[in-house]
């Protein structure tokens, strides 16, 4: 046994039994009381432990621009317009650089997984690729880090983007995106991100959907394409802030369609709530989709930051917790059973979405691990608890020794 963590609750609340966690070889070796073996120890004290924290959505290579902004409205077509005035000056040292600041707060935060979303085209070309491949190896030793290649600014409607996707597939990005919202053809767009996505064998993750109204949906279109090509469990879709406007019986619809098909939805509740209800200047709404009334549903689903002190979201520390906790208090989630919910969609859901096969909290799993000062995961997300101490492969990557308080009268 390399390492045993002991006197941890792996179950919610204060009951729960308090258990020894055995790590060799980077996995989970055994999980039982009073284990005894020779091995580095951490006692936990009766701490929450659950898997390490799992980034299903975060722009990587337009992080960190706040320096580099001018004035402007605010608002999406902004926040594109700026980026892609940025993004000429971009090399692979900055976006490295860049990344690499946004990765180590994904660290400190208990992120063991990250998946970004990282755009080609004409004018940035593979420059931003080019910075972020070395992160890949560089930070191996805290998370694993794939990279989704999608046409922000269009596909069809941009020549040259269509042959930058294929290259920078071929060249290290694993998954294929797409933003139809922003092409001529939204659905041309999509008919040939599904025929990328075939030709390599690899999973789909689109933003769509993003706007205030559901007056059409391209959702449909997808569900269609994700049955016809048996690709149910391979397709996820991001934003869908248009969910949000739609009356229960429409939502639920919707999110029935999207079960059938196995489309999985991932929220991004700070983008969502910055960018949207820009259109209205009282009784704003809010654009956020409630994720826990498609869960009800058969949906997976998972909460992510996307961006991270950029036009699109000028803040952020990629802590994962506090999304949860954002998302609870937009959505109005207080109950605790969908309080856990917050939490597994930022766990084991996001997990299920990323289709990791070795993440979980299970003997013969990797030891990707994230400790936590509570006693439940309802409680993490309530609270915002940070990660005390946090393991990858069974290597501790970050400790947080708790604050205290310096009474004066004790």
């Not at 042959?163 to 092409?183: I, N």
């Not at 208090?329 to 597994?344: F, H, K, S, T």
């Not at 990660?387 to 604050?403: D, L, Q």
Request: with cysteine.
């Amino acid at each position: 046994m390399d390492t045993i963590l002991r006197h941890a609750r792996i179950s919610d609340g204060p009951d729960a039994p308090l258990l020894d966690i055995g790590i060799e070889n980077g996995r989970i070796a055994a999980i039982q009381v009073g284990l005894e073996a020779e091995a580095r120890t951490y006692d936990l004290g009766g701490r929450l432990v659950t898997p390490g924290f799992v980034e299903t959505h975060i722009h990587l290579d337009k992080s960190c621009l706040l320096d580099h902004l001018s004035s402007g409205p605010g608002g999406l077509d902004a926040a594109i317009g700026e980026v892609a005035r940025l993004k000429r000056e971009f090399t692979p040292e900055d976006v490295y650089y860049r990344a690499k600041r946004t990765l180590e707060k994904c660290v400190l935060n208990g992120t063991t997984h990250v998946r970004t979303h990282l755009e080609v085209d004409p004018v940035i070309g593979l420059r931003s690729l080019e910075g972020i491949l070395p992160l890949v190896k560089e930070f191996r030793w805290a998370l694993d880090l794939e990279i989704c290649i999608f046409p922000q600014e269009g596909l069809l409607n941009n020549p040259g983007t269509d042959e930058l996707m294929v290259e920078g597939l071929r060249r290290g990005g694993s998954v294929v995106g797409a933003a139809p919202y922003t092409d001529s053809d939204p659905r041309g767009q999509i008919d040939r991100v599904f025929e990328i996505a075939r030709e390599f064998d690899i999973d789909i993750d689109m933003h769509l959907d993003f706007g205030p109204d559901a007056e059409t949906l391209d959702m449909d279109y997808v569900c269609d394409l994700t049955d016809r090509y048996g690709y149910g469990g391979r397709v996820a879709i991001g934003h869908v802030t248009k969910l949000s406007a739609l009356p229960p019986e429409r939502l639920r619809e919707q999110a029935l369609r999207l079960a059938a098909s196995g489309v999985a939805v991932t929220v991004l509740p700070a983008t969502d709530l910055y960018l949207m209800g820009r259109h209205q200047e009282h009784s704003v709404m809010r654009g956020v989709t409630p994720a826990h009334r498609l869960l009800d549903e058969g949906v997976n689903c998972s909460l992510s930051t996307n961006n991270v002190l950029n036009p699109f979201t000028p803040f952020g520390d990629c802590s994962l917790v506090r999304m949860a906790n954002l998302y609870a208090n937009i959505c109005q989630v207080g109950d605790r059973p969908a309080m856990e919910e917050c939490y597994e969609m930022v766990t084991n859901r996001s997990a299920r979405l990323m289709r990791l096969p070795d993440y979980g909290l299970a003997v013969g799993q990797a030891a990707d691990l994230v400790a936590l000062d509570c006693d439940s995961r309802a409680a993490a997300v309530s609270e915002v608890v940070s990660p005390m101490m946090v393991f990858k492969a069974g290597r501790r990557t970050i400790c947080r020794p708790p604050a205290t308080i310096d009474d004066p009268h004790s």
